[in-house]
């Protein structure tokens, strides 16, 4: 069951919460979709998908890990997850967005991407966050264009070659003030 209330964001249309040790179900349809967690090379386990959990829930204390996506009009249908969490090679806090296939193109993960920016910059203190995104991903690169983010070089992720954008606070802060 869900009890960190401090954690839970919300924007006009969304609302998101972190991963509570009873989500696996409920995510499981997201995260074991070879489409959208293309990375591994056989559908995720399910030992591999409470482990993850597990992992989210213990970076709650640090403020971090994976929040579930959800309408405000809707709360019992999810839209997506969004992680900020170390990535793998770097430690680099990385944001990301996985979106459910029926609700790609409809900004959803523009705006909770954005209200998680807010919260790593002004309550975590965050300094920079990154993003990594397939080449030939245009969707997950156009999030990262609308976030802010920008190219800062190309690099191997999950054996991967992907393109990793960053975006420090200072100007994250600019481009919320200029935009209001």
Same mark, same amino acid.
């Given at each position: 069951m869900f009890t960190n209330e401090a954690l839970t964001l919300q924007s006009e249309? &969304?609302?998101?919460?972190?991963?509570?040790s009873t989500d696996a179900r409920f995510i499981s349809h997201i995260l074991r979709d070879p489409i959208i967690i293309?990375?591994?090379?056989?559908?995720?386990s399910w030992r591999l998908l409470r482990y993850g959990i597990r992992n989210s829930? !213990?970076?709650? !204390?640090?403020?971090?890990?994976w929040w579930l996506i959800f309408s405000k009009k809707d709360k019992n249908t999810l839209i997506g997850v969004l992680p900020l969490q170390p990535l793998d090679v770097t430690n680099d806090i990385e944001i990301g967005y996985h979106s459910q296939r029926d609700q790609w193109g409809k900004g959803y993960a523009t705006k909770?991407?954005?209200? &998680?920016?807010?919260?790593?910059f002004t309550s975590v203190g965050l300094r920079e966050i990154c993003a990594v995104a397939?080449?030939?991903?245009?969707?997950?690169?156009?999030v990262t264009d609308k976030l802010? &983010?920008?190219?800062? !070089?190309?690099? &191997?992720?999950?054996?991967?070659?992907?393109?990793?954008?960053?975006?420090?606070?200072?100007?994250?802060l600019a481009r919320r003030q200029a935009s209001s």
């Open positions: 249309r &969304l609302y998101s919460r972190p991963f509570s293309f990375w591994y090379k056989k559908r995720m829930v !213990k970076m709650n !204390k640090w403020v971090l890990g909770a991407a954005e209200r &998680l920016l807010e919260h790593a397939l080449p030939y991903n245009p969707r997950s690169i156009s802010g &983010l920008t190219l800062n !070089k190309n690099t &191997l992720h999950q054996d991967l070659a992907h393109r990793y954008f960053t975006l420090n606070r200072d100007d994250h």
